[in-house]
């Protein structure tokens, strides 16, 4: 009865964990539906085929959504609005090199990790990504 108990403890064990690593739940940031396929081959996102070269894109998620390859065939992507204001109080964050800026508060956040640099209470909100030759798919 012993090995059924730790077989059962086993399994709900592993199928509690989740294998998506993206935390979202900042209250600041509504849950906009996001879909977006970029073709690295277009000029505009060209600049996409380059590590540590952002591209925000407009009108997607709450204030834009910025792409940037980290590594060779990946790339992050974040929600350009500030993650620690409310989603509308604020414009869109702007690109400083690898890092984005809050326009309200001039906080500084890491496109790799999406992190800010004073430990802000949220992370910038994260996209999923997948790559498929020179298309690039941002979803959530």
Known sequence: ???????????????????????NKNPNIPNYRVDIEINTSFPLYNGLLHLSNPVLIPNQGAQGVIVMKVGE???NAFDA??????????????????NAVCSCDKSQYNLYSGL???????????YRVTVN????????
């Not at 609005?81 to 690898?98: V, Y």
């Not at 800010?116 to 992370?123: R, S």
């Not at 030759?133 to 959530?140: A, D, E, F, Q, R």
């Open 73 to 75: 065939g990946m790339y």
């Open 81 to 98: 609005a500030c993650p620690n204001q409310s989603a509308m109080s604020c414009k869109a964050m702007t690109l400083d090199g690898i």
């Open 1 to 23: 009865m012993k090995k059924n108990w730790l077989l059962l403890l086993f399994i709900s064990v592993l199928f509690s964990c989740s294998d998506n690593s993206i935390n």
């Open 116 to 126: 800010g640099y004073a430990k802000e209470e949220y992370p910038m909100k994260q």
């Open 133 to 140: 030759g020179n298309l690039i798919h941002v979803y959530n």
